[in-house]
């Protein structure tokens, strides 16, 4: 499924669409260094863009979804870190055996951390607040837990200056890139970039009708939240 593109390939199709392509004094005015900046960035608007359209994140590219290593909770304790690299939490898992069987976690309102609601609940509950994750109620024993999370993009370089850091894309999606790059090119040079607007537009319209449901074998279904936790995470239970 891998598309892979260079930074020297990124950059050459960003020039040819802003018919920057030869050497009449363009590289000095718009560097390597510059479209490489502009590169990183749009990549970013792209895995934003995906983060936020996509109905299913599990089966849609440039997300990299991944999930932390097992960890587990200690009494009075309701704050634990997350990862550094943390862009968005996608799901939470807690198992009372180990990490042998797992089952969802659900989310509270921040707003609610104290209310009787939230610590009658039936198990434990989580809430993302800055760069740790709270759960409720406050735990008073070892419970495991792990999250799911999209994690935050590491920019490209170009140590070996000939631009061979890739990225891998799909299905060309790179045009996204490219045209990004391409107006950021002639916006530098001030020079109309209309043009090449309305194929980002085009270009994005075709990338969110792409990402909304890959899997086209089964049909998009509403999660079941209620009733998925046993009874042996009720609060009572914690060991």
Request: proline share 3%; hydrophobic share 40%; charged share 25%.
């Amino acid at each position: 499924m891998a598309w892979t593109r260079t930074v020297a390939q990124l950059r050459a199709d960003a020039r040819a669409r802003a018919d920057m392509e030869t050497d009449d004094g363009e590289d000095e005015f718009v560097t390597d260094s510059m479209i490489l900046t502009w590169i990183n960035l749009a990549i970013t608007e792209l895995i934003e863009t995906i983060v936020a359209e996509a109905e299913d994140l599990t089966g849609t590219p440039g997300t990299g979804i991944t999930v932390s290593a097992t960890a587990s909770t200690s009494a009075d304790v309701d704050l634990y870190d997350l990862a550094t690299d943390v862009f968005k939490l996608v799901g939470v898992d807690i198992s009372n055996d180990g990490g042998t069987n797992w089952v969802n976690c659900e989310r509270f309102p921040f707003a609610e951390r104290n209310s009787d609601r939230v610590y009658r609940s039936r198990g434990m509950r989580y809430a993302l607040v800055g760069d740790q994750i709270m759960f409720r109620p406050v735990p008073t024993g070892a419970v495991s837990f792990r999250y799911w999370y999209i994690p935050t993009f590491v920019p490209l370089t170009d140590v070996d200056g000939e631009g061979s850091a890739s990225f891998d894309f799909i299905h060309g999606w790179d045009d996204w890139v490219a045209c990004r790059v391409a107006i950021r090119c002639l916006q530098k040079q001030e020079d109309d970039t209309l043009g090449l607007e309305r194929d980002l537009s085009q270009i994005r319209q075709r990338i969110l009708a792409g990402c909304k449901v890959r899997d086209q074998g089964e049909p998009t279904t509403w999660a079941d939240t209620r009733g998925m936790l046993p009874r042996s995470f009720d609060d009572e239970d914690w060991t």
